[in-house]
């Protein structure tokens, strides 16, 4: 696919990433094909990222069969004690779990408020939080747009933070607080650098409003999801 897409790649900060051990990656969500770009990220650390995603990726056509193929973990929302159990059991056993701790991907293109699962399962398996933010993915296929799979030479952005260690008995919400700042933070620096511009009016849809693109403020993203989930 990438030889195919010819995604012009910057990734940075792959030497947080532990050559060897437990490691939660907790990354932004704005494309359903994430889960192959932020595994990239840790490809130049020799590590595979077996990733928690919803159900309802592993029941879709296209992403079913990768998600089942690569054998990451399907998350059941009515259900979910077991999934995180088995995330902290691969943690246990060494791998790097993936996690979109937004739950869902966020059609503002901001980091949305994030779930503590990912600090709770780092802390249980006394494992770090690797924060990453993805930038550029959403051109290829998110919520509310059409695919653009044959769209080649799209520049994508992996920046990679400092990890995030939990100390036995720190408070669970303000670890979470502080792993979506730096998600944000990251997010931030990769929009800023970002060496494209939308080529029109109309193509400002995959820039956030507050940078003076046309994707939906948080509120109005907020309302869409409420309304229109997919």
Aim: proline share 7%.
């Amino acid at each position: 696919m990438f030889r195919l897409l010819d995604n012009k790649f910057h990734i940075e900060g792959t030497e947080h990433i532990p050559a060897t051990g437990g490691a939660v990656i907790a990354c932004n969500h704005i494309s359903y094909l994430d889960f192959i770009y932020s595994g990239l990220g840790a490809l130049p650390a020799k590590r595979l990222v077996r990733f928690m995603a919803k159900k309802e990726i592993f029941d879709n056509k296209i992403a079913g069969p990768l998600m089942r193929g690569m054998h990451h973990i399907s998350v059941d929302r009515a259900a979910g004690m077991a999934s995180f159990r088995e995330g902290i059991a691969k943690l246990k056993d060494g791998e790097v779990v993936g996690v979109f701790p937004e739950a869902t991907i966020s059609r503002s293109f901001t980091v949305k408020d994030i779930k503590s699962g990912a600090v709770r399962m780092a802390a249980a398996a006394k494992a770090p939080i690797i924060p990453m933010a993805l930038w550029g993915t959403q051109r290829l296929w998110t919520k509310g747009r059409p695919r653009t799979l044959t769209k080649r030479h799209v520049p994508i952005t992996i920046l990679i933070g400092e990890p995030i260690v939990p100390a036995p008995g720190e408070d669970r919400e303000m670890l979470t607080k502080e792993l979506r700042l730096r998600m944000s933070t990251l997010l931030d620096r990769a929009q800023a650098e970002y060496p494209d511009a939308p080529t029109s009016e109309e193509d400002k849809w995959w820039i956030p409003a507050h940078l003076g693109g046309t994707a939906p403020t948080p509120e109005a993203a907020e309302a869409l999801d409420a309304t229109r989930p997919e």
